[in-house]
């Protein structure tokens, strides 16, 4: 069941960049910037089209279309990155304007409740400005990072170097993994949802532990 939702999506995603290439990649970051949207997958496939070993696949933009290799490699990254700092600038904005109060009353539209707040507090508390940079590297952080970054008072031009910085060792990375994979795409791809599995399973135990956790202190405390 597990692999099948995953199958599906990073499917989806791949159909996506498949059609609309650089603007799917473009788009597919700047969501992942404020709301997990499978980065990794959207970059490594962005670089396998890269490679031009991909049939039928192309890299294009506004008509003009990039030799594949190097140029295409590089559209892809800077796509990605550019994509990714936009949303993350519009992340700290929200994060900015609408404060803790409102987030912790609306943030579930976000994935971001007042326990993952005080998470992402903890995180820039221990980690000051470099929690930005080292959120952006950090698979699952980096999608939780923008709107506490505003929140939090990071100033916005810190903000905006550490975060360009972050996101184009992101993109850069994982595109060149798949400009690397190329025509081996497929088996690549199938060996990656494994470890997307595995992630996955690691995420529900540890939700699975934390509930067990929250539900013996909760007896404990009845008992008391």
Partial sequence: ????????????????????????????????????????VVMVYAGAIASGLIAGQTVSLFGYTFSPGLSAYLAMAVAGTVGYLIGALVGWEIGRRGGRPYLERHGRWLHLDAAKLERAEAWFLRWEDWAVLLGRVTPVVRSFVSIP????????????????????????????????????????????????????????????????????????????
Avoid at 4 to 30: E, H, P, R
């Fill in 1 to 40: 069941m597990l692999l099948s939702v995953l199958s599906g999506i990073t499917d989806s995603i791949t159909s996506a960049i498949g059609n609309y290439g650089l603007y799917a990649v473009f788009f597919l970051m700047l969501i992942d910037a404020v709301f997990p949207a499978a980065s990794e």
């Fill in 149 to 224: 970054a505003g929140i939090f008072g990071v100033p916005i031009r810190r903000y905006t170097v550490l975060t360009l910085v972050g996101s184009a060792l992101w993109c850069f990375a994982f595109a060149g993994i798949g400009w690397a994979a190329g025509a081996n795409w497929e088996s690549f791809h199938s060996a990656f949802r494994y470890a997307d599995v595995a992630v996955a399973l690691l995420v529900v135990s540890v939700v699975a532990w934390l509930g067990w956790r929250f539900w013996q202190k909760r007896r404990i405390t009845g008992e008391t």
